[in-house]
């Protein structure tokens, strides 16, 4: 049983690792992370007395 926790700890740190570097080289792979950029304008009634 211990034999399993262990490996399910390393398989974990390895998933996490993979993580991060997927975020810092998936851009130079066309992977793009950032998020779209439109304009928002909503109408604010100030004052509605």
């Known amino acids: 049983m211990g034999r399993i ?3 399910l700890i ?3 740190i390895l998933g996490a690792l993979a993580l991060v570097a997927y975020a810092y080289v ?3 792979f066309g992977a793009d ?3 779209p950029q439109t304009e928002v304008r909503q109408p604010v009634t100030l004052d509605a007395n």
């Open 26 to 28: 998936g851009p130079y």
């Open 5 to 7: 926790i262990k490996w």
């Open 33 to 35: 992370f950032s998020p």
């Open 10 to 12: 390393y398989l974990g």
